[in-house]
């Protein structure tokens, strides 16, 4: 099913200044949302998303068990089943267009779809299942799409400090590691300045 988040904030869009000056044609770029199931992608888009996000957010069925696990996240009764979407301004002309990839491995397959044309991912961990994120860091080193790695910090979850989730991952000192909680637009939006600055600094001169 095909929805948008309802949030009474982002029911009445707000226009950027991009939006509202005739003639102005900000820089538009394509970010991917990844990570494994139930880890934080579509609260990630809808934290920061000026626009209603929308989203194809499906109930969880009997026909999941068994594949979902869902041991970290008891209370997730739903589940994304082709992407997220929103969108962010972050610099007056910049706009960031943010897809959220489903985390079951059955889906897959639309992750080619998702990262065609993007400048980069967010590669999303729960450092209570940081194999889940495997498949995304595999897929994003071998298509060479610059990433970074962000730590969802769930409550009541042990806190690690980047490094220690680097080293846990074996993920590469170019690439950025960063904590933040995907319910805090702050943090969402320092991840992906980071990713920004990271795909920035890749790309030849």
């Not at 499906?58 to 041991?71: N, P, R, Y």
């Not at 007056?92 to 080619?112: E, K």
């Not at 897929?139 to 979850?157: D, I, M, Q, R």
């Not at 080293?167 to 969402?188: F, N």
Request: glycine share 6%; aromatic share 8%; with cysteine.
């Amino acid at each position: 099913m095909v929805d948008a988040v309802n949030d009474p904030a982002q029911s009445a869009e707000k226009l950027q200044p991009w939006q509202e000056e005739r003639g102005r044609a900000p820089i538009s770029v394509k970010i991917v949302v990844a990570g494994g199931f139930g880890v934080g992608k579509t609260t990630f888009v809808g934290s920061v998303s000026e626009i209603e996000p929308l989203t194809t957010e499906a109930v969880m069925t009997q026909a999941s068990e068994g594949t979902d696990d869902i041991t970290a996240t008891p209370e997730k009764t739903t589940t994304t089943v082709a992407m997220d979407f929103g969108r962010v301004t972050l610099d007056a002309d910049l706009v960031l267009y943010l897809f959220g990839t489903p985390g079951q491995r059955r889906f897959w397959f639309m992750w080619d779809d998702l990262a065609r044309g993007a400048i980069g991912a967010v590669v999303m961990a729960d450092t209570r299942r940081l194999e889940d994120c495997f498949p995304a860091l595999d897929y994003f080193e071998s298509c060479a799409l610059p990433y970074v790695v962000a730590v969802n910090h769930f409550e009541g979850t042990e806190y690690y400090e980047a490094e220690d989730v680097r080293e846990a991952l074996s993920v590469p000192d170019r690439v950025p590691v960063v904590i933040m909680d995907a319910r805090k637009r702050d943090t969402v939006v320092d991840s992906l300045t980071a990713l920004v600055g990271h795909a920035l600094d890749l790309t030849p001169a």
